[in-house]
């Protein structure tokens, strides 16, 4: 993946507020129950208005090198929304967002800030995500913009595992929608490395990691916890 401008300086960021923790020797237990070396909050984020700057102007770059001016910016509800704002601000564009069901009172919306109009009316649309892990969350408001008639190519996120589940989940995807970010597991590891953060051992774990997510507890003694 190519990095942008700002990759860098929002990777040592992540790191040193936290909004990304490697810990190889004492793991992570997932909402899932499995133990992973990793944990990603990028809500953390928020609390830094520099940060916030550097994730919109990432983005903007982003856009800029695919050529695509989009009408609408949607965010994924909750915490692709404040990026989205910003986004949406700095290129002067609508803002909605997406929540991951229908409401269930009022006018029960899934999409808020379309206006009267309650579609997209067949306009481009960009998708804003803070975390694509599985990829689930994020083909489900893929598929809620395409369904209220929008046009959705790009999901544009801050971060991603790069798992094989959520390569694929969006390679299913038709119409096709790509996933690009400022940041990846891989590239973290290789600034954390530089930066100290982590020893020179502890990197073999985390590309382990990489490699089998879902085995690599149980092979190093952290038995999937049952929720």
Same mark, same amino acid.
């Given at each position: #993946?190519? =990095?942008?401008?700002?990759?860098?300086?929002?990777?040592?960021?992540?790191?040193? =507020?936290?909004?990304? $923790?490697?810990?190889?020797?004492?793991?992570?237990?997932?909402?899932?129950?499995? /133990? #992973?070396?990793? *944990? @990603?909050?990028? $809500?953390?984020?928020?609390?830094?208005?520099?940060? $916030?700057? #550097?994730?919109?102007?990432?983005?903007?770059?982003?856009?800029?090198?695919?050529?695509?001016?989009?009408? @609408?910016?949607?965010?994924?509800?909750?915490?692709?929304?404040?990026?989205?704002?910003?986004?949406? !601000? =700095?290129?002067?564009?609508?803002?909605? *967002?997406? $929540?991951?069901?229908?409401?269930?009172?009022?006018?029960?919306?899934? &999409?808020?800030?379309?206006?009267?109009?309650?579609? *997209?009316?067949?306009? +481009?649309?960009?998708?804003?995500?803070?975390?694509?892990?599985?990829?689930?969350?994020?083909?489900?408001?893929? +598929?809620?913009?395409?369904?209220?008639?929008?046009?959705?190519? /790009?999901?544009?996120?801050?971060?991603?595992?790069?798992?094989?589940?959520?390569? !694929?989940?969006?390679?299913?995807?038709?119409? +096709?929608?790509?996933? &690009?970010? &400022?940041?990846?597991?891989?590239?973290?590891?290789?600034?954390?490395?530089?930066?100290? *953060?982590?020893?020179?051992?502890?990197?073999?774990?985390?590309?382990?990691?990489?490699?089998?997510?879902?085995?690599?507890?149980? @092979?190093?003694?952290?038995?999937?916890?049952?929720?």
């Amino acid at each position: #993946m190519e =990095m942008t401008k700002y990759s860098y300086a929002l990777a040592k960021k992540a790191l040193e =507020m936290g909004a990304v $923790r490697l810990s190889p020797e004492k793991p992570f237990c997932w909402a899932s129950g499995y /133990y #992973m070396p990793i *944990y @990603n909050d990028n $809500r953390t984020l928020l609390a830094d208005p520099e940060a $916030r700057k #550097m994730i919109a102007m990432a983005f903007s770059e982003i856009l800029e090198k695919l050529g695509f001016d989009p009408e @609408n910016v949607a965010g994924t509800s909750t915490a692709g929304i404040p990026h989205a704002t910003t986004l949406g !601000d =700095m290129l002067q564009k609508p803002v909605s *967002y997406i $929540r991951s069901s229908n409401k269930d009172h009022g006018l029960q919306n899934q &999409i808020e800030g379309l206006g009267k109009a309650k579609t *997209y009316e067949g306009k +481009k649309v960009l998708l804003i995500e803070d975390l694509i892990s599985t990829g689930m969350s994020s083909i489900k408001a893929v +598929k809620a913009i395409q369904e209220a008639d929008g046009k959705v190519p /790009y999901c544009l996120a801050i971060f991603t595992y790069g798992t094989q589940q959520g390569k !694929d989940a969006f390679e299913a995807l038709d119409p +096709k929608c790509e996933p &690009i970010t &400022i940041l990846d597991y891989n590239y973290v590891i290789q600034i954390a490395k530089e930066t100290g *953060y982590i020893k020179p051992e502890q990197e073999q774990m985390l590309l382990e990691w990489s490699a089998a997510p879902f085995t690599w507890g149980e @092979n190093h003694g952290w038995k999937k916890e049952e929720k």
